[in-house]
């Protein structure tokens, strides 16, 4: 059985997790407006991912005999300057989602539930990959800067990218 405490900060994490898919999606019809459909999929993937990482909060909460409580979800940004403001901006948010994960970790070492402690065991992992991988492409879209071929070259590389 979860605590009170533990239930309210995943349910939390999981209205956070649906916040994230809605980022993500506006951030690839922004892509998408810009014709750079590549970098569009790759968002719009992301943003699936997240909607699966909500469904894992959803599973363990009803698992441990807790309430899935569904609350109102933010509404997410529009625009952006570039590609690259958007793609840092997707990195500071994970960023964020990482240290809500850690305060969930502390929580459930305070509230003694293995349990808990070991689901989001792999979220912690998780996020070391989500950082990395959003990273790696801020980075390169800093390398091209305001080149067209560059920024071609890099919609076509995320455009490969499959199903997690
Ligand atoms: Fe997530
Ligand atoms: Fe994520």
Redesign the pocket.
Same mark, same amino acid.
């Given at each position: 059985m979860l605590s009170q405490k533990l239930q309210d900060g995943l349910n939390g994490q999981l209205n %956070? !997790?649906l916040y994230?898919a809605y980022v993500y999606l506006s951030m690839a019809n922004y892509l998408e407006s810009l014709n750079l459909k590549g970098m569009a999929h790759w968002m719009d993937l992301q943003a699936r =991912? =997240?909607l699966e990482?909500?469904g894992k909060f959803i599973t363990h909460i009803n698992d441990r005999g807790g309430r899935v409580l569904l609350r109102q979800i933010d509404g997410p940004k529009t625009e952006w300057k570039s590609p690259l403001e958007a793609f840092e901006e997707a990195y500071r948010h =994970?960023c964020e989602?990482s240290a809500r994960i850690n305060g969930l970790v502390d929580l459930s070492i305070n509230e003694k539930d293995h349990a808990a402690n070991a689901f989001l065991q792999w %979220?912690v992992t =998780?996020?070391v990959e !989500?950082e990395a991988n959003v990273l790696d492409i801020v980075e390169k879209l800093k390398m091209v800067g305001d080149r067209t071929t560059g920024l071609f070259m890099i919609d076509r590389e995320l455009s490969k990218r499959g199903e997690a």
């Open positions: %956070f !997790e994230s =991912e =997240e990482h909500a =994970e989602v %979220f =998780e996020q !989500e």
